[in-house]
């Protein structure tokens, strides 16, 4: 979990300044949802995305 939290710190929300609430929780939204859980690369994956892995056991 730590390291999780470090990486959405620094990859999502390091330095960012938001003008609303909202603002801030589209951000981690997108972060979440778009980024980490579809597109970045996990270790327990074999360095896949989720997206590459998964096409990568139905083919």
Do not use: C
């Amino acid at each position: 979990m730590e390291s999780w939290n470090h990486s959405f710190k620094v990859e999502a929300i390091h330095g960012e300044r938001f003008k609303t609430r909202s603002d801030a929780k589209s951000q981690v939204f997108e972060y979440i949802e778009v980024y980490y859980n579809r597109k970045r690369l996990h270790s327990k994956l074999g360095y896949l995305s989720p997206e590459a892995f998964e096409a990568k056991k139905i083919a």
